[in-house]
């Protein structure tokens, strides 16, 4: 499990008194939990949604529950935050009372994994990896692009590390340091007049913030999702 307390736990309050008896040291905010657990779940994407956001309603009665138990001896409780990206996505339907903080993740890009979720769709997911062609291997039926693990991480390696956007015949094959190897999804011929050199094509990540991290810098896209009008 995650780094934390039990919330059942009397020692946990213990905890928080012993933080609040000790004000210079510390100061007690409040309390936070992520539903991680709610990454767990696999099924069609109705019985995802569905079961995470039964993850969400137990992360969000945990949480008001504790915060009760504090305050029940005294103590005041700022803050009450929940969330994670799936949990944030499909909240609980019955609502969030008692919670007055959401931690949204990834919320902002989503990507492929979230996708798979049930958390977004495919048009949700705000972020690209450019690569380019740079060469063609006909005989073993790849594409070789600039696109290595060093700019899209090794997550999501049994998923193809993300989706070739508009390219649904090509996958990632593999992925070296600094250059990666693109195949056919169905392991037919692949038209490489079809893929120029210097071509660029455009991977919608498997996971968002282990791609961003790799990237000192993000370039901004207008609605024709050509012309770049910021950097960040």
């Known amino acids: 499990g995650r780094d934390g307390v039990d919330p059942t736990d009397p020692d946990s309050i213990t905890m928080v008194r012993r933080l609040t008896e000790n004000a210079g040291v510390a100061a007690f905010a409040g309390i936070y939990t992520h539903g991680g657990h709610s990454y767990d779940h696999e099924g ?9 956001r039964e993850t969400a309603a137990e992360e969000a009665q945990a949480a008001a529950a504790f915060a009760k138990r ?12 929940i969330g ?28 492929v994994m979230q996708e798979r979720l049930g958390s977004c769709t495919e048009e949700d ?20 692009v600039d696109m290595g693990w060093t700019a899209c991480s090794k ?3 049994a ?11 090509l996958t990632v094959a593999g992925l070296k340091q600094e250059a990666g ?16 050199l210097g071509m660029q094509l455009r991977l919608e990540p498997y996971h968002s913030c282990a791609h961003t991290k790799q990237h000192d810098r993000i ?7 050509q012309t770049v009008i910021d950097t960040w």
């Open 84 to 111: 994670s990206t799936p949990t944030c996505s499909n909240p609980p339907s019955q609502g969030l009372e008692g919670v007055n903080e959401m931690h949204p993740g990834n919320y902002c890009y989503y990507d």
């Open 155 to 157: 997550q999501g390696e």
């Open 159 to 169: 998923c193809g590390f993300g989706r070739i956007e508009g390219h649904p015949e």
């Open 181 to 196: 190897l693109l195949k056919s999804t169905d392991g037919k011929q692949l038209d490489f007049a079809r893929y120029a």
């Open 70 to 81: 504090i305050k029940g001896e005294g103590i005041d409780v700022p803050v009450v935050g």
């Open 44 to 52: 069609t994407d109705g019985d995802i949604a569905l079961k995470v």
């Open 125 to 144: 997911i705000a972020v690209r990896v450019v690569m380019r062609v740079i060469g063609h291997y006909p005989k073993k039926n790849l594409l070789l």
């Open 219 to 225: 370039h901004v896209l207008a609605d024709d999702q």
